[in-house]
């Protein structure tokens, strides 16, 4: 399908080959194919797949299956959805770098991506504070016995030094209490404050001149943003330390199903697991796999040295 568009699949597929990473068979028996988690880099997205259920993380990123799950219309229409979140926020990267993101938007036969983009450019780019722009800044920390990464959709930094992480959603705008203790809300503003000073004249950035905002273009008029504080700096630090030392201290039998079959229902892996739910609509999980996709082009395990 050369000049074709790529599924979902076939795009995560290219996306870790292009790191030098090889999918595992997906018919290999999973009690064969040993942890690498002793020298993995966590992420805001596998750390919030862990503690949803600590199988659904070793399938994804310990045995490396990929959209196990029967393909419903179900799945079709969160493909679609996917499909059109990525093309958005290749849009607005374009937009930061310099490049007319119009030819990319007009190309795409569904109206909901142009609709988008007409509430990003109305309502998301007037209240984007001023300051130098990185779009798709990556950065990380070393953390326990390992390394934590973050990818920021934007990352502005004033002139003054405040900094304003900002994440682009295409899904169900959440409860913005729910918002707040996602770990994207906690895991983004305590990387930059750890290794953030190479985007602020090599000056560390504190942690109460960071704010995490995110916008929705299902809810445009809504930018919704979360202070960061020294104090919750701390103790995100002393979670997120506990968390991967957690992790790293699970042998390679120790990652469960979750008892509760809720979680079943916003899972791509539960037909592996033999749970056999209805999936939650397509717009309130988008936005995970979204962010998994992303993160699915930086490398999961650390290299070696030769």
């Known amino acids: 399908m050369a000049g074709g568009k790529r599924n979902m699949e076939e795009w995560v597929m290219d996306e870790r080959r292009d790191a030098g990473k090889r999918t595992r068979d997906p018919q290999s028996p999973i009690s064969n194919i040993q942890s690498p988690v002793s020298n993995f880099r966590f992420s805001q997205r596998s750390l919030a797949d862990y503690l949803v259920c600590k199988r659904r993380f070793r399938l994804r990123y ?47 036969p569904d109206g909901r991506l142009a609709t988008w983009w007409k509430a990003f450019e109305a309502h998301a780019l007037p209240h984007l504070p001023e ?40 899904g169900r705008l959440p409860d913005t209490s729910d918002l707040a203790q996602q770990m994207q809300t906690r895991v983004y503003p305590f990387v930059l404050a750890e290794a953030g000073a190479s985007f ?85 999980l988008v936005d995970e796999e979204i962010d998994f996709l992303m993160e699915s082009a930086m490398p999961y395990e650390i290299e070696e040295d030769a």
């Open 200 to 284: 602020n004249h090599n000056q560390p950035i504190p942690p109460e001149r960071i704010t995490m905002a995110y916008w929705y273009a299902q809810a445009p008029g809504d930018f919704v943003e979360f202070p960061y504080s020294a104090e919750a700096h701390e103790r995100n630090r002393q979670a997120l330390q506990s968390l991967i030392d957690e992790i790293l201290g699970l042998p390679a039998d120790g990652f469960s199903k979750v008892a509760d079959f809720g979680p079943c229902r916003r899972c791509n892996y539960r037909a592996y697991c033999g749970r056999d739910v209805e999936p939650a609509p397509a717009m309130e």
């Open 62 to 108: 310990i045995d490396r299956l990929v959209w196990p799950a029967p393909f419903s219309q179900a799945d079709q229409e969160l493909e679609a959805l996917m499909e059109l979140g990525r093309d958005f926020h290749q849009a607005v990267h374009q937009q930061f770098v310099g490049v007319d993101p119009d030819e990319l938007i007009a190309g795409n």
């Open 131 to 170: 300051g130098e722009c990185w779009p798709e800044a990556v950065l990380s920390v070393p953390m326990a016995a390992s390394w934590l990464v973050a990818r920021f959709d934007l990352l502005i930094v004033s002139p003054s030094g405040h900094a304003t992480i900002v994440d682009w959603k295409t």
